[in-house]
């Protein structure tokens, strides 16, 4: 089970962004370093992933509306293809309606196989460029209702 608490390092927390997503940045020719993705990231939700006691990723999320927007899930190498980026939107999903958001929003880049990870999750392609698609998830209570249920069966 995973569990957020406010990034405690938000250089840490740039530097595992700026490590996961370098190739892109090579890629699509976007000039970032990790002090950049710190500043554009300051004013944003920023949450470390804890699993097990240990920080295995980090979360930033922003609320607009009625919507939460996810604008960066990154899980440290070692942790990838764990089931914690499932854990996690699960989580994120009920943070969203617990601050009375109906959909959760995000980008990610068309080459990245975290796309396949948020279809498996229910987000739907609203619209894609030569980089991006730009995903939604419908949020419900009933869905909500399900994951606790599901957890305190466990």
Request: glycine share 4%.
């Amino acid at each position: 089970m995973i569990t957020f608490q406010p990034t405690a390092d938000e250089i840490a927390a740039a530097e595992l962004t700026f490590a996961n997503m370098q190739s892109y940045y090579q890629r699509y020719s976007v000039s970032w370093d990790a002090g950049q993705i710190a500043a554009m990231t300051a004013g944003l939700n920023n949450l470390d992933i804890i699993s097990d006691g240990q920080r295995v990723g980090v979360v930033r999320l922003s609320f607009e509306d009625s919507v939460c927007h996810l604008r960066d899930l990154q899980i440290k190498p070692a942790f990838q293809n764990t089931g914690l980026g499932t854990q996690t939107l699960h989580a994120i999903s009920q943070l969203a309606l617990t601050a009375n958001s109906s959909e959760l929003k995000l980008k990610v880049f068309q080459s990245s196989p975290a796309a396949a990870l948020y279809l498996r999750n229910g987000f739907v392609t609203e619209r894609q460029d030569d980089r991006f698609f730009y995903m939604v998830k419908e949020l419900s209570l009933a869905e909500h209702m399900d994951d606790a249920e599901s957890a305190s069966a466990r």
